[in-house]
């Protein structure tokens, strides 16, 4: 996993939990390093509040919107930006050229934005005065205009929304689907037709907002076994350690099927280690 230059990690949760790391130095617990995935991705934006401090932003349902598509610094799209946060940054990562930052960003035109707003920047009839003058919304009167201050190649710029432009009416992605599949449509904009997800990006002025890596949650962490009970680098029960949540190692092995999926395992192997806690200490009792 190549890193971009300005490193979001260290602004968001890290690829290691804490927590982990002190287990497995004080108790033995190993951590799996070996994953697809070391964290559940999804695509972030840095803003700054009104009082000056910086948030962050994730892009979960924006970029499925009509009239929204993502390119990278040269200027192209890499992906189905209806897709699911995890699978979008995964299709970032491998867009991203060798020492390049990996970074992407969300464009629309006027009409767009202050229907549906993009990323925290509200729709109409919120003023875009504060998010302008930051530089976290990005404004050109021209395709040409935008991409000079935002950093993107121009000329593929232009014939990348030259070429969805050719289509959209129609409702179809010729590039990449969007709007195929019913994760993105129902993140679309279920009052647009014929696709919820596809409109042309027609009339300036055109914006854009800068994306990069953020995580959700921690998939490398300790490694257990069905009782949620921890395990020393040679797979041997370490008595008394349990680890659950964003603390255990992915029992999807770094994998993002769906929606939860580091709730469902927090929930569920926490249970578990409480009723392997209290039998374990049942069975004292009664020797």
Known sequence: MRRPATSIFRRVPSATPATAC???NSAGGHVEDRLPN???WVPVSLTTRKDGSKGVMPHFIDRAKPGVIAVMRDGRRFANEGNSYHDFVQAMVKAAKPGEEIAAYLVCD???????GLGCVPPFPMP????????YLMRGDTLEALAAKAGIDATAFAETVRQFNTTAPLGHDAAFG?????YNRYQG???????????PIENGPFYAIKMVIGDLGTYAGIITDENA?????EGRVIPGLYAAGNDMASIMGGNYPGAGITLGPALTFGYIAGR????????????
């Open 229 to 233: 009970r921890a395990l020393d680098a």
């Open 178 to 182: 969007k709007g195929s599949k019913a």
């Open 110 to 116: 006027h009409k767009t934005l202050r229907k549906y």
């Open 128 to 135: 875009l005065g504060h998010h302008l003058s930051t530089g």
């Open 22 to 24: 002190a287990l497995r």
């Open 189 to 199: 904009d279920a009052l647009h037709g014929p696709n919820p997800c596809v409109a």
């Open 38 to 40: 070391a964290a559940a």
């Open 276 to 287: 392997h806690l209290a039998d374990s200490a049942a069975k004292r009792n009664a020797a």
